[in-house]
């Protein structure tokens, strides 16, 4: 509407384009910015497949991201991390918030991402083996191959001591397959209810800074964490 209603997609030029976003979203920070222009961009892609032929090019797609500026990952002390998975058990009532639980403690014992967690299946995991096996990893489909993550028995046996109801091999750990953002979403308000403040991606980011401290090997540290 703001370019002129009624116009088709096919007349709006990139100048037009690039204008609307800056006017917009110009005043946002890098990386909202980028992730707008992203699906802006993606928009415009889609209108311009030849199978719809809403338009013949993308008038984002000389737009340059804007460059974000760089911010060291925070982890998370020992005596930290204690005291956190200490509040999610007091919290843990239910399987839901004992899922939340049992989803962060492997954050910080195997390094994984929230979203390769959240996809784990019953038959992945195996306690008295001291393994994860995580089948479905960020970069999957461009060939990146799934890991064996070793438990210590310090991990094995914290949650044997905190066990969720076990499905079939083939179920789902976490059912719910609640997205990323909601996941953090709710330990944001668990946290803030604590008068705490739980750096983005704690758990990966603690996992690595202390593995690679006790092993001083970066890279197999990275063949852990992907």
């Known amino acids: 509407q703001e370019l002129g209603p009624g116009r088709l997609v096919s007349e709006i030029t990139p100048t037009e384009a690039l204008g609307y976003v800056d006017r917009n979203f110009g005043h946002l920070a890098e990386k909202t910015y980028n992730g707008i222009l992203g699906d802006l961009k993606t928009f415009f892609n889609w209108c311009a497949k030849p199978v719809r032929g809403y338009c013949r090019t993308n008038p984002l797609e000389s737009a340059e991201k804007r460059r974000e500026a760089y911010k060291r990952p925070e982890f998370m002390s020992p005596d930290e991390t204690q005291r956190w998975l200490d509040i999610l058990l007091a919290g843990a009532c239910d399987e839901k ?18 979203a390769e967690i959240q996809r784990l299946k019953w038959r992945d995991l195996d306690l008295e083996g001291r393994t994860v096996f995580f089948a479905e990893v960020k970069g999957s489909q461009h060939g990146a191959p799934p890991r064996f993550v070793k438990l210590n028995d310090a991990a094995a046996a914290w949650l044997s001591a905190r066990p969720l109801v076990r499905g079939n091999p083939d179920d789902d750990i976490f059912p719910s397959r609640d997205d990323t953002r909601s996941i953090s979403n709710a330990l944001d308000r668990i946290a803030r209810k604590n008068g705490l403040k739980i ?4 758990a990966r980011h603690t996992f690595i800074t202390m593995h690679v401290a006790a092993y001083h090997d970066a890279a197999l540290t990275e063949s852990i964490v992907g």
């Open 97 to 114: 918030s004992k899922a939340l639980l049992w989803r962060t403690a492997l954050g910080f014992f195997t390094g994984a991402r929230t």
């Open 199 to 202: 750096p983005k991606n704690a």
